[in-house]
């Protein structure tokens, strides 16, 4: 068992004016791990995925990266340009909605292909070859390589997001609601598939979503956010069957059962 | 390989009133490599409590419990998971799934968490699910719509792939006829052989008498009752 | 002579637009900003390159404009005549002779010296805007060097047509650094963008932005490993001047069909014409 964290975020602070967006959130994960956040709408666990991936910019607080290559990095002292780079490389952002993280004018072999051409691949056979490989794995017909993202369902949409984000092999995945909007015949694919590209990939994947019944079949530790603030962390199953803050006793048993 | 000491456990719930249970105080118990041991005690005496906290399911409030040397109440949750992937198997009662997953998928799955390739894993699988006589139809369908008896034999399954070198079993025996029955003692038998050390709940008192070695009444560590 | 200052332009706004074009230069591809001001014509008509023209021009200097290639039409005939009378400089249609060339659309077939300057009318000066629309996105692809878009929009291409079918405005990278749009030129004529010894500059009047090429600046065409770039023209000869290599207009001469392919650059096949070369369809 390896001793370094993949990542290790340290007193993650924003705010949105007098407004907390999250506060003082610390956390390592290691590489092979899945991490869900869960709480309400409102709760900064968005605002948390955000300030991690590098897409907002924390007030305070350290996230530190174990880079391929330099090892241990905070990632918001990186200079912009190594910053982007990294997300086009090491790590990968799986959006709830498909249309965010895709390029809907460009086709389904362009989307895949596109982070391949990012880091210098320029011969079109080998892209081609990957994306298709891709499309596979992620259950897309292979005639489908040249047509646009509009021509398919939301599941399709997301399942080729996925494929996009992990075309390059990426060691760090966060993913916002995943499966949110999506029907639940649909969901159920979905989650296997993540479930199985995780595990045969070895990728640890931060999950962010309000779904209790997501983060049980996905992560293997879970950790609770209400007003900006973590109240319990621990493993998925301790959490949601043990339950020790009162937050997160109110969240278990207002699950509706089926 | 189980060693407990002086464990206690009391559930706070918060939202009603801020009301605590105590459910166990003063625990001790060790079960060592090729052992089998019962927990018995009345309906409510903690047994599943019990065995919930064996496998880091349930959080103790104190003291020790030691599964192949790795502290439960202190481990890290990655020292817990790696635990319970190549250590620490469990039987429970409930079938808990991802939808839509082929029941063969769904048992060679500890064993493709441990890096075990695709087609020997779906191999093992099914080996064991023919052993536990589950039709051969329904391999390819996800076993959520299996009936009660199915359910209870995949669960089994998946936790008799990997020789995980310490067991706990949740009635085992529960809801299946004498044949599969008779499997499943003999799985036991096998592990012990091999020198798993097993944790169980039996209702199943001639099971209990067949596969145990000793029988611990989890009604002494009840906090009326502790020394 | 005329009551406008010399080429239009008053002396401030020269000043300004020379200064965004030193910039140019020194920093070879990059799009720098300048204040576009309106012109006496409408924007798609080469406000831009009329800009750049004016802030160069001297009045020693002999002025060419050409529009796909032609002195005669009439775009090149209107901007001709504005400098005749609010510079008052000569022109010409001679490629040798003039040192100042406004170009829509091509680069003369003749060689260009190191006394010329080319000026370029650009629409779109961003190559990445038809896949990021975002210009503030697109700055920053450009700041960091992120051109793997600029592939996506060629990978598209091979998909759809089973070869890179841009034939026009296709994306050139230069010297390692900025990919920059060439302007609508064929992409016969991109080889000639690089390491040319005149001085080009490129002028965006709506998009206000003026970019350049030094001389003597290497200038690659983008293309993937097994789909390489290729120069491609008509395959045909002239039909005045049967040269074999200079790029040619399509013309269709009845309604039967007929069609005749001739130089695109009018006064190089006039000159060989003049030289005695005869084509096919040369009356």
């Known amino acids: 068992m390896t001793d370094t964290a993949l990542l290790s975020v340290r007193g993650v602070t924003k705010r949105y004016g007098a407004h907390i967006g999250c506060a003082d959130v610390s956390f390592d994960l290691y590489p092979g791990e899945v991490m869900g ?84 691949a320029r011969h079109y056979g080998d892209i081609r070859g990957s994306a298709i490989d891709w499309l596979g794995r992620v259950e897309i017909d292979e005639t489908r390589v040249d047509d646009r993202p509009t021509t398919f369902s939301g599941g399709m949409q997301q399942r080729l997001q996925i494929a996009r984000n992990l075309v390059t092999g990426p060691r760090l995945v966060f993913m916002d609601e995943p499966t949110g909007g999506l029907d639940v015949s649909v969901q159920a694919r979905l989650l296997d598939m993540i479930r199985s590209l995780v595990r045969d990939m070895g990728l640890s994947a931060i999950i962010v979503t309000h779904d209790l019944a997501v983060v049980r079949l996905l992560a293997d530790r879970l950790m609770v956010m209400k007003s900006g603030h973590v109240v319990e962390a621990g493993l998925t199953d301790q959490v949601l069957d043990d339950p020790q803050h009162a937050y997160t006793q109110l969240l278990v048993s207002s699950i509706l059962q089926v | 390989m189980f060693d407990l000491k002086d464990v206690s456990k009391t559930f706070t719930l918060h939202n009603q009133g801020a009301a605590v249970i105590e459910v166990l105080s003063g625990a001790n118990m060790t079960v060592t490599a090729g052992e089998c041991v019962a927990l018995t005690g009345a309906s409510g005496s903690g047994k599943s409590t019990l065995m919930r906290m064996l496998y880091g399911n349930y959080r103790a409030q104190g003291g020790v419990v030691s599964v192949a040397g790795v502290d439960l109440v202190q481990a890290a949750p990655r020292e817990i998971i790696r635990l319970r992937r190549e250590v620490l198997g469990y039987v429970s009662q409930f079938l808990r799934v991802v939808p839509r997953v082929p029941t063969l998928d769904v048992v060679a799955e500890p064993l493709l968490a441990l890096g075990v390739p695709a087609a020997h894993a779906r191999d093992q699988a099914a080996t064991l699910l023919a052993r536990l006589n589950i039709p051969k139809t329904l391999w390819d369908l996800s076993p959520t719509t299996f009936s009660g008896g199915e359910q209870q034999r995949v669960n089994i399954a998946r936790g008799f792939i990997h020789p995980f070198p310490a067991l706990l079993l949740d009635e085992p025996t529960a809801s299946l006829d004498a044949t599969n029955r008779n499997v499943v003692l003999e799985l036991i038998a096998d592990a012990k052989a091999r020198g798993t050390a097993i944790i169980g709940i039996f209702h199943d008192e001639a099971a209990r008498d067949q596969v145990c070695d000793r029988q611990i009444d989890v009604t002494g560590f009840s906090p009326g009752c502790a020394a | 002579m005329t009551d406008y200052n010399f080429a239009y332009l008053d002396e401030q706004t020269k000043r300004m637009i020379r200064r965004a074009i030193l910039k140019g230069l020194a920093v070879p591809g990059y799009q720098v900003p300048f204040a576009s001001r309106e012109m006496p014509m409408p924007y798609g008509w080469g406000t831009g390159g009329v800009q750049v023209s004016a802030a160069v021009m001297t009045t020693d200097d002999q002025f060419k404009v050409i529009d796909q290639g032609a002195d005669d039409t009439t775009n090149a005939v209107s901007i001709r005549s504005f400098f005749e009378r609010t510079a008052g400089v000569a022109t010409t249609t001679q490629t040798a002779e003039a040192t100042v060339i406004q170009t829509r659309h091509r680069i003369p077939e003749q060689d260009l010296t190191e006394d010329q300057i080319l000026v370029y009318q650009v629409p779109i000066p961003e190559p990445l805007r038809f896949l990021e629309p975002r210009e503030s996105e697109t700055r920053k692809m450009h700041s960091l060097e992120e051109y793997g878009l600029m592939h996506v929009k060629l990978y598209e291409d091979i998909s759809r047509h089973g070869h890179i079918a841009t034939s026009y405005a296709y994306p050139v990278k230069v010297e390692g650094r900025y990919v920059m749009d060439p302007s609508p030129i064929p992409k016969f004529d991109n080889p000639k963008l690089s390491d040319c010894p005149a001085i080009q500059l490129f002028g965006a009047g709506r998009e206000q932005r003026i970019y350049a090429l030094p001389p003597y600046t290497q200038v690659v065409s983008l293309d993937f490993e097994d789909h390489p770039f290729v120069a491609s023209k008509a395959d045909h000869p002239c039909g005045l001047c049967g040269v074999e290599d200079s790029y040619l207009d399509e013309v269709i001469i009845d309604d039967a069909g007929g069609r005749m392919f001739v130089c695109s650059d009018t006064d190089y096949c006039t000159a060989r014409q003049a030289d005695g070369f005869k084509g096919k369809d040369a009356a």
Do not use: Y
Not at chain 1, 40 to 56: F, P, Q
Not at chain 1, 84 to 96: E, P
């Open chain 1, 37 to 120: 956040i869960v709480g309400e709408s409102g709760s900064g666990k968005s605002t948390l995925l955000n300030c991690m991936a590098g897409h907002l910019a924390p007030d305070a607080g350290q996230v530190v990266f174990d880079t391929a290559v330099d090892g241990p990095c905070d990632t918001l002292q990186m200079s912009e340009p190594e910053r982007r780079m990294l997300s086009r490389t090491d790590w990968a952002f799986v959006h709830q909605h498909a249309r965010d993280g895709l390029r809907m004018g460009v086709s389904a072999g362009g989307n895949v292909g596109e982070r391949l051409m990012a880091v210098g």
